[in-house]
């Protein structure tokens, strides 16, 4: 069965520092896809990111970047220099590649910068 | 660029109530998902429909129906609204099963 684990459920930093977010996902798919979503106190989901179960390299864009470790099982995503516009629940997610029809996220980690 | 467009935005019902909620997906995108979102929770996949067919079922309760038009907007049908179907609603859409968009949701609430 597919799970996502985003084990802190609430992290709080100061503006500037860096933060990192934990993703642990379990699948018996050999391919999936794996997501990063932002959900700001307005309410909307915004994709940041999908890397495909083949596609190991680490991404950077910005300020944020994502570790990808097949090893571990994990996806875990980092802000760097965080501002105060980052604050949102972020939501890790899973879906199987082939069908691609439904994505399960995880419960979310709800992140706070403060000023 | 245009985004998937979902109406309306905040719904008010009775308990019994039936409620209509609309998804306009992006221009040419085939798919459409609609998911779930009860406060202080993930969302929760519901269903999903490529090409006007559905292709996936999740937890959608029997009051709820949904379907997809020729002209790819979709509806969620939801009959006797009970106080736990309070939630965000949101509807996403992609072309060929690609990445999914999400609409910015409506806000239900049963009271």
């Known amino acids: 069965a597919q799970k996502v684990t985003q084990a802190q459920t609430e992290i709080s930093v100061v503006e500037k520092e860096d933060v990192t977010l934990d993703c642990v996902y379990e699948?018996?798919?050999?391919?999936?896809?794996l997501f990063w979503y932002k959900q700001p106190p307005s309410g909307e989901l915004v994709f940041l990111i999908r890397?495909?179960?083949?596609?190991?390299q680490n991404e950077i864009s910005g300020r944020y970047s994502w570790n990808f470790q097949k090893s571990t099982s994990s996806f875990n995503f980092t802000i760097t220099a965080s501002q105060v516009v980052d604050s949102a629940v972020y939501f890790c997610a899973l879906s199987e590649a082939e069908r691609d029809d439904k994505i399960i996220f995880g419960k979310g980690t709800r992140l706070h910068i403060l000023p | 660029a245009a985004g998937v467009i979902q109406s309306p935005r905040h719904l008010i019902k009775e308990k019994r109530e039936t409620a209509t909620l609309k998804c306009y997906p992006i221009p040419r995108h085939d798919t459409v998902y609609w998911y779930q979102q009860g406060p202080g929770q993930d969302p929760q996949f519901l269903i999903s429909f490529y090409e006007k067919m559905q292709s996936d079922k999740g937890s959608i309760p029997d009051r709820f129906s949904a379907q997809q038009f020729s002209d790819y907007h979709s509806e969620l049908n939801m009959s006797s609204l009970e106080l736990g179907d309070s939630a965000l609603y949101f509807c996403?859409?992609?072309?060929?099963?690609?990445?999914?968009?999400f609409g910015a949701g409506t806000r239900l609430s049963v009271l």
């Open positions: 699948t018996r798919d050999t391919t999936y896809y």
């Open positions: 996403a859409s992609s072309l060929n099963q690609n990445i999914q968009y």
């Open positions: 890397r495909n179960s083949f596609d190991e």
